[in-house]
């Protein structure tokens, strides 16, 4: 089974960015989609993005399409998050996630990340 490890996170100031990575271990990752969720103080996790094990077409939440890139390199083993225009709605712990290809929910998970953005 693959492991994942989330790093990147930080405090940063509104409008500024971050890149996050999350680096697996165990298994290549290129056998996995691979997503990102967070979850706000005292709000339920939500979904972030994902990108498919094929590298192909990647989905977005509405309150980060257009300011969040999600991207892989397959040859590093590592799936990232380019965060742009960041907002203090987006402060969060950032957690990446995988499946199988055949499996419905995401059930690999990393031990997740701070970012906190300030106004």
């Known amino acids: 089974q693959v492991q994942l490890v989330e790093s990147g996170g930080g405090l940063v100031q509104a409008g500024g960015s971050l890149r996050l990575s999350c680096a697996a271990s165990?298994?290549?990752?290129?056998?996995?989609?691979t997503a990102w969720f967070r979850r706000a103080p005292g709000k339920e996790r939500e979904f972030v993005a994902s990108?498919?094990?094929?590298?192909?077409?990647?989905n977005y939440s509405d309150s980060v399409k257009g300011r969040f890139t999600i991207s892989r390199d397959n040859t590093k083993n590592t799936m990232y998050l380019q965060m742009n225009s960041l907002a203090p709605k987006d402060t969060a712990v950032y957690y990446c996630?995988?499946?199988?290809?055949?499996?419905?929910?995401?059930?690999?998970w990393g031990q997740g990340t701070q970012v906190t953005v300030s106004s």
């Open positions: 996630a995988a499946r199988t290809p055949t499996t419905v929910w995401y059930n690999i």
């Open positions: 990108i498919p094990w094929s590298g192909g077409s990647s």
């Open positions: 165990g298994r290549t990752l290129s056998n996995y989609d």
